[in-house]
C-alpha cells in the first residue's frame, strides 16, 4: 500500500475518527422510520457524529385476516411477476409462506423484482432476485418493465401495506396504474400492516422538538409524514427543525402537505445514502457560514 493510500484510507470515517471531527456531531436527528428501519438509519446517522433520537410515527406488523394473502398464495403460480416494494412485504410474504409450509420452489416459473438494498433481502429468502431497477422507486420498476416486448397481459402480483387509520399514500395506486397502462394484469394483496402510532408515547420526544433541541427530522415514507403531522398541533412545532427526505417522492409528498424540504437524497437505495446526505447539508452549510466569516 502506497503512503498515499495509507494517507486517504486514514482519513475516512471510521468508528476510530474523533466525533467532533465528524459532520453531524453534536446534531440531533429525530427518526420517524418504522423500528424494524430506525436501527438501520440510525446506525448510519452515528457513523456520520449524529445522535439519532428515535419517535416511530408508523409501525408495520402481521396481518390480523390472512384471507387474501392465502388466496394469491394458493395460487401464485399463475403469476409472472412479483413485484415487491418494501422489505416488510418481503419478510411478510415469505414467512406466511413458511407458515403454510409452501416451497419456495413454487416461485422457479416467477420473476422476482425489489428495491435497491431489499434485494439482499429477497435473494436471502428467494435464492433469485430477476430485477433491480436502476432507479430505486416503482417508477424505477416500470420504466424498466416497460422496455420488456414481452410485458404485455403478463399478470403481476404486488404484496403491499394494509394502511390502518392514516391515509394511504399514493406510492402503491400509483404503481398500479401505470402498470396497467403497460396492459399487464394486476393483483395487490394486503401482506402487512401499516398503522400510526400513539403520540402520547412520545412527551419526552415531542417536548425536545418544542424546545428546539432536535435539528432534523428525518422522514423516509409517506405514512412516516402523514402520522407525525397528528402528533403536533401546528408547523410553529416543528418550524425550527430541517427536514430531511429519503429520496423524491417522500419528499413531493411530504411538499404537497405543507412541508418545508430541504434535504433529499439522492442515494436513495440505502439508508447510507440518506445519512451522507444529511452529513452532506451541514457539512456545505458550515462551508458557507465560514466563507462568510472569512468576507465580514
Partial sequence: MSDKQMHTQSREINLLTPSNKLPLYGKRILVTAPRNYAYRLSEQIIKQGGLPILMPTIETCYLSNYTKLDTALERIGEFDWIIFTSRNGITAFFHRMDDLDIPVS????????????????????????????????????????????????????????????????????????????????????????????????????????????????????????????????????????????FGPYTTANAQQLGMNVSIVSRDYSSFQGFAEAIAEFFTLSSSSDSALGDVG
Avoid: W
Fill in 106 to 245: 413454487v416461485l422457479k416459473n416467477c420473476h422476482l423484482s425489489a428495491l435497491g438494498k431489499d434485494a439482499e433481502s429477497l435473494l436471502s429468502f428467494s435464492g433469485k432476485v430477476d430485477l433491480i431497477p436502476r432507479e430505486s422507486s416503482p417508477g424505477g420498476i416500470v420504466a424498466e418493465l416497460a422496455k420488456l416486448p414481452e410485458i404485455y397481459q403478463k399478470k403481476v402480483l404486488i404484496p403491499a401495506p394494509e394502511v390502518v387509520g392514516l391515509p394511504e399514500p399514493d406510492v402503491v395506486p400509483n404503481l398500479i396504474t401505470d402498470l396497467q397502462k403497460l396492459g399487464i394484469e394486476v393483483t395487490r394483496v394486503p401482506t402487512y400492516i401499516t398503522q400510526g402510532l400513539d403520540k402520547n408515547i412520545y412527551s419526552i420526544e415531542l417536548n425536545l422538538m418544542h424546545q428546539g433541541m432536535i435539528d432534523v427530522i428525518a422522514f423516509s415514507s409517506t405514512a412516516e409524514v402523514e402520522s407525525f403531522l397528528t402528533m403536533v398541533n401546528s408547523q410553529s412545532d416543528y418550524e425550527g427543525c430541517i427536514i430531511g427526505c
